[in-house]
T-cell receptor
């Protein structure tokens, strides 16, 4: 299974942008890049996913490097409610679809 | 609320007892997944169903674990002869089809004393 590398933790100030990096140097051509987040005492929550092009939705933006060996999740204006563990996951879109989580990045947001 | 629901939310049991958890997925989602999460770790895949068929089981799912999804609707996860190492959060997720985002429930926290 393709693996991802994320920093263990990051800090941000409220209302400032946050860039969460993810390295996936062994990504294959059919691997989608998914981001989920997990707020304290809750189940994981889907954030965004992409294959090659940058993606935007109401929650965040996903910037994918041209060689696809890395990606960045961008929260445009962090709020206190964005404090969570963020997981970057490669999904090869195969017949199973089960997600392989790493330890993720714990994001702290300071007021 | 039409999200994924799980019951009970918390379960405390003594070692050696059997426990059963229930997951109600989002209506019409034919994919249902079970994960386990221990403190400080990301969720680990246990098993998944497409409709009523159990298609994959992780090696983490020992013989003491069994999961069912009768009629392709709700699912149950049973742990027999619980051990302290079974203490964890058990998460259920559903998805309309493979490759789509998964919607997670709030989890059932199991404590084995």
């Amino acid at each position: 299974d393709a693996k991802t590398t994320q920093p263990n933790s990051m800090e941000s100030n409220e209302e400032e942008p946050v860039h969460l990096p993810c390295n996936h140097s062994t990504i294959s051509g059919t691997d989608y890049i998914h981001w989920y987040r997990q707020l304290p005492s809750q189940g994981p929550e889907y954030v965004i996913h992409g294959l090659t092009s940058n993606v935007n939705n109401r929650m965040a933006s996903l910037a994918i490097a041209e060689d696809r060996k890395s990606s960045t999740l961008i929260l445009h204006r962090a709020t206190l409610r964005d404090a969570a563990v963020y997981y970057c996951i490669l999904d090869y879109g195969g017949s199973q679809g089960n997600l392989i989580f790493g330890k993720g990045t714990k994001l702290s947001v300071k007021p | 609320d039409t999200g994924v629901s799980q019951n009970p939310r918390h379960k405390i049991t003594k070692r050696g007892q059997n426990v059963t958890f229930r997951c109600d997925p989002i209506s019409e989602h034919n994919r249902l997944y079970w994960y386990r999460q221990t403190l400080g770790q990301g969720p680990e895949f246990l098993t998944y169903f497409q409709n009523e068929a159990q298609l994959e089981k992780s090696r983490l799912l020992s013989d003491r674990f069994s999961a069912e999804r009768p009629k392709g609707s709700f699912s149950t996860l049973e742990i027999q002869r619980t051990e302290q190492g079974d203490s964890a959060m058990y998460l259920c997720a559903s998805s309309p089809r493979v490759g789509y985002e998964q919607y997670f429930g709030p989890g059932t926290r199991l404590t084995v004393t």
